[in-house]
């Protein structure tokens, strides 16, 4: 797998769970140290009021609802290349459920505002979960159906890209209808009051904002749509663009095949490096 990883899917999920480690960046700068702006130290100053001016602009207004696009819809092309979603998702399951647990203890312990309920790890595992759940009762479907009759793999293959491809286009109308815009959501901080616990999973609901919230939907929508395009794009399991592929890439394509590591150390990183500058520059 590794000679034959396509890299511009490393590319541009590498891109993604980058800007997400800048975003969570920008986020401490701007409020768990926002103190550092009447600090007395310029550079320190700057640096928080970079990531307050960051985090109320514009820029990530339309920025971060663009990434998180691209890192769904690149999660569901690469369904193509996994040999058990199943199993998968419910790797990736367990390791959120620990999120949840050490995040809890870690707020409960030191009073540090870090608690996730249901964030993007949450939803990712759920939503391949939920495509792998698809996946195998599409497989058992048309093995039923060719014992009877041989059925061509080209038909399967469109067939099935069709039918993903209209989950996607109902689940953008259930977006739609029954949440809040992303944009909104991450921009001015709206959610639905629908004083109903168990709906807070899918769509954006006030008690469920903790550290991180990623409600299935939108998101699921993305998912879908990228898994739509794998067979498709990928039947051959080879890149688009052999000719493009190089080391000026590495930058974000490597990043891109350790992405899980990269979203569960990050924070921890930077808040790292964040606290001992203040040590240090403060006392």
């Not at 999920?13 to 701007?30: C, E, K, P, S």
């Not at 890149?239 to 080391?247: A, H, I, N, Y």
Request: glycine letters at 6%; a positive charge; charged letters at 15%.
């Amino acid at each position: 797998m590794k000679k034959s990883r396509i890299w511009e899917l490393d590319f541009l999920r590498g891109f993604a769970i980058v800007m997400v480690t800048f975003d969570h960046a920008m986020y401490d700068l701007a409020y768990v140290f926002s103190s550092w702006s009447h600090s007395g130290k310029p550079v320190l100053a700057a640096m928080s009021e970079f990531g307050q001016a960051y985090m109320n602009g514009e820029t990530r207004f339309f920025w971060r609802p663009a990434f998180l696009f691209l890192f769904f819809c690149i999660s569901g092309i690469c369904t193509a290349f996994s040999h058990n979603n199943l199993i998968r998702g419910a790797r990736l399951f367990v390791v959120s459920a620990a999120l949840s647990v050490v995040t809890y203890f870690v707020q409960e312990i030191f009073g540090f505002d870090c608690f996730i309920l249901f964030g993007v790890l949450h939803c990712l595992a759920v939503i391949t979960l939920a495509y792998a759940v698809f996946d195998l009762a599409y497989t058992l479907i048309f093995k039923a159906i060719e014992k009877k009759r041989a059925v061509s793999p080209a038909l399967k293959k469109w067939l099935r890209a069709g039918i993903l491809l209209a989950l996607s286009v109902a689940f953008f109308l259930i977006q739609h209808y029954y949440n809040v815009r992303l944009y909104d959501a991450f921009g001015s901080g709206k959610a639905i009051e629908y004083n109903n616990d168990f709906r807070g999973l899918f769509f954006f609901e006030d008690s469920w904002w903790t550290a991180d919230y990623f409600p299935l939907f939108p998101y699921i929508a993305f998912f879908f749509l990228g898994a739509a395009f794998s067979e498709p794009l990928y039947a051959k399991r080879k890149s688009l663009m052999p000719s493009l592929d190089g080391s000026w890439h590495y930058v974000f394509s490597v990043p891109g095949r350790y992405s899980l590591w990269i979203y569960l150390g990050g924070q921890l990183l930077a808040l790292g490096f964040l606290y001992t500058l203040d040590a240090i520059l403060l006392g």
